[in-house]
């Protein structure tokens, strides 16, 4: 039996992906490898959000070709994801690679496969296919969370973004068959379901389809929790502002990526919205859910980001006091609009932005978490945590991270922990 190993760089959509892949190759009856070293197929699930990501990606199967070489072994090597969408072909510049798969093709991956086994030298298949939003639908057994894909695309056209381009034009899946794979999940075990795509407040492209879905989801008897994610601040219309009041099932916590906190910057991104309307919307959002969990992405260094564009960013993020937020220098992305636009910014001052958006959003996180030190919690328990052997790990409904001791089998279980420790990321407690 051959042994597969996929290795998933950047979002959650890769890793659903990547699931969904691997659940396709025990079905077809591929073994599936816990270490590279153990694999007779190694998959890379590439990013191309940032050039870091493809840099990774690149710099992996530069190493692994080099060892199949050296090795004279058959080793099969493959791309798929972001990465092999836009690059295509000529990832197969490198001999040692023989499988190139775009993000509409992955549930092809296992009939590819057969064929590079059974001989053939290398497969590429970019190509579009009508209907592929509907094809990540396996799942790997024994889950208590679960993301689930409900649209793939994005018809947005920010200015810095390679989304649009890699993962192509929106395209929702029905409220029928989602809820239908939520049932069956339910059915083995699943207490959470993260629904997910590049901008899941666009679903179904018309008003209030998004919540209707979500509506739908929280009908679902024997799920506890609901999440998503990626939003977009502008479908924080009053009518998902109302579902965060309404649906029991649906967890406080919002991730509103701002990308920056000026103006000027906002309008150059092509993002829709303004500081004033991202501010209403944070406060209607605390108004509906008191305590709510607000995140956020931000871009610094953006082309042109002057010192006074980048302080309106600093005091968005003190402002707001977000329970975490993750800050990306600009990267150049190929054939988007911001790659050509005047002001490019040296790498020293991306990162000078950098450490200080981060100082200021870790502060917040802190004292968000701090605040929870002798409170007790709910948590959905997930599973082990890396940190340790009797270590367990959860989640607050806020989305928080919480690491106490327990065990195995208390995974799936809603359990309340007094909270003793706190740090930027997680925090530690006991039953
Ligand atoms: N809704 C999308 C967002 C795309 S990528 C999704 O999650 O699929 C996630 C984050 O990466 C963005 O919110 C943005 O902050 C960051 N990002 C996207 N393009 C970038 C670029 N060219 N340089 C730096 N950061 C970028
Ligand atoms: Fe990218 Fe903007 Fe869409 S960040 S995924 S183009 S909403």
């Not at 270490?35 to 190694?42: K, L, S, V």
């Amino acid at each position: 039996m051959k042994k597969v190993f996929i290795k998933t760089y950047g979002c959650q959509m890769n890793v659903r992906d990547s699931e969904a892949v691997t659940a396709l190759l025990r079905e077809r009856g591929y073994g599936i490898a816990t270490t590279e070293t153990d694999a007779d197929i190694i998959l890379l699930n590439t990013c191309s959000v940032r050039d870091l990501a493809e840099q990774r990606a690149v710099g992996k199967m530069n190493g692994l070709a080099h060892a199949k070489k050296k090795a004279k072994s058959g080793l099969i090597l493959g791309y798929m994801g972001c990465m092999a969408q836009s690059r295509g072909a000529e990832l197969l510049k490198s001999p040692a690679v023989n499988l190139v798969v775009g993000t509409q093709r992955f549930h092809h991956i296992p009939d590819y496969l057969d064929q590079l086994v059974a001989g053939k030298k290398s497969v590429v298949d970019v190509a579009d296919e009508a209907g592929s939003e509907s094809a990540v639908k396996h799942h790997e057994p024994g889950k208590v969370t679960a993301f689930v894909s409900i649209m793939q695309g994005c018809d947005m056209a920010c200015t810095f973004c390679i989304v649009p381009a890699t993962r192509g034009a929106e395209r929702s899946r029905g409220i029928p068959e989602i809820v239908e794979e939520i049932h069956k999940l339910v059915d083995t075990g699943v207490k959470e379901v993260t629904l997910l795509g590049q901008i899941v407040t666009s679903y179904g492209r018309k008003k209030s389809e998004f919540v209707k879905l979500l509506t739908a989801v929280n009908a679902v008897s024997g799920l506890e929790r609901i999440r998503f994610t990626s939003p977009h601040p502008q479908g924080f219309g009053d009518d998902l502002v109302a579902a965060y009041r309404d649906l029991e099932k649906l967890c406080e916590h919002a991730h509103l990526p701002a990308q920056s906190g000026s103006d000027r910057i906002l309008k150059l991104m092509r993002r829709g919205y303004d500081r004033a309307k991202y501010l209403k919307i944070i406060e209607k959002l605390r108004a509906a859910r008191p305590g709510i969990a607000l995140t956020t992405d931000i871009i610094v260094g953006f082309p042109g980001e002057t010192e006074e564009d980048f302080a309106a960013t600093a005091e968005l993020l003190r402002e707001v006091q977000f329970d975490q937020g993750y800050i990306f220098k600009y990267s150049k992305r190929r054939d988007t609009p911001a790659a050509t636009m005047p002001g490019q910014l040296p790498d020293a001052v991306k990162e000078e932005r950098n450490q200080a958006a981060l100082e200021i959003v870790n502060a917040a996180a802190l004292c968000h978490n701090t605040r929870l030190i002798g409170e007790t919690v709910g948590i959905l328990v997930d599973g082990r945590s890396t940190k340790g052997a009797k270590r367990m790990l959860g989640r607050t409904r806020t989305n928080k991270i919480v690491i106490f001791d327990g065990y195995e089998r208390q995974a799936g279980q809603l359990l309340p922990i007094k909270i003793e420790r706190a740090t930027t990321v997680a925090l530690y407690g006991n039953e």
